[in-house]
């Protein structure tokens, strides 16, 4: 199973793309979802969330006010890295097991949309890593109106992330969304033609799997050689 990565900083367009994976029948795992799910009340992420954070980050329902912690770990790093920390364990095996099931299901190819791709040190397990970049004044004006947020609280967003240039200095594809829609869909056209194709012979190799069915090859060649001998 080829697994596809898929980032970019906050509002480059990642869903966007995301969507376009999937109406072509391409299935995501989306770790924004998952992260959802790890906070959801009740579980054990929700616990040790509220242990270290504490009530006031609580609605009514005992749910997690979102847009609270939000802006509360967005404008401090520290605070930021204690959420991070508390939430990877079981985001990181959500990922793991939403990847298993569509595994079972035979999937050829899927995308793994994860915002914080490489700083989580999740792009080892993907290839290859498609960046969406925007550039930053369409980046800012984009997320200020998707979540009608302040320029502040936005920036806050945008500087919590490693660079979007960083990210693209790392990408094996790079699709430039600071266009309108319709240059958008023409790069992903090209994309998905270019996931979707067998890998080459020399690509294989270079691969995990390659490198499993290589290590396999010769571990039976090694067995066989010492049958023949004895
Ligand atoms: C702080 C929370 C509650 C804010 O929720 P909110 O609904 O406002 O935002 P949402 O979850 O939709 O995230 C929007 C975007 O913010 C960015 N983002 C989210 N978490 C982080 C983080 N810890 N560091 C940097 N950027 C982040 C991503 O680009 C993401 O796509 C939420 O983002 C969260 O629980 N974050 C920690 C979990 C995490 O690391 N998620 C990213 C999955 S890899
Ligand atoms: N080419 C485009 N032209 C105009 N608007 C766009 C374009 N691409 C995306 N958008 C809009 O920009 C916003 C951000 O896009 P999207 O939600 O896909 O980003 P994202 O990378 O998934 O964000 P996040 O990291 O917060 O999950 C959305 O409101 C989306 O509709």
Redesign the pocket.
Known sequence: MRIVGLTG??ASG?STVSNMFKANGIPVVD??VV??DA?RKGTGGWKKVVDAFGEEILQDDGE?D??K??LI??SDPDK?LV??RL?APY?SSGIFQEIFKLWLKGHKVIVLD???LFE?KMDKWTKPIIVVWVNPETQLLRLIERDRTSEIDARN?ID??MPLDLKRSKADIVIDNSGPFGDLNEQFCHVLSQVTRPLTWTEFALSRNGALVALLSISVAILIAKNASS
């Open positions: 900083g906050i990642k770790a924004d992260a959802r906070l997690v979102r847009k912690l939000g770990v967005f930021r959420l991070n939430l985001i994860v915002p914080l989580a967003r919590a992330q």
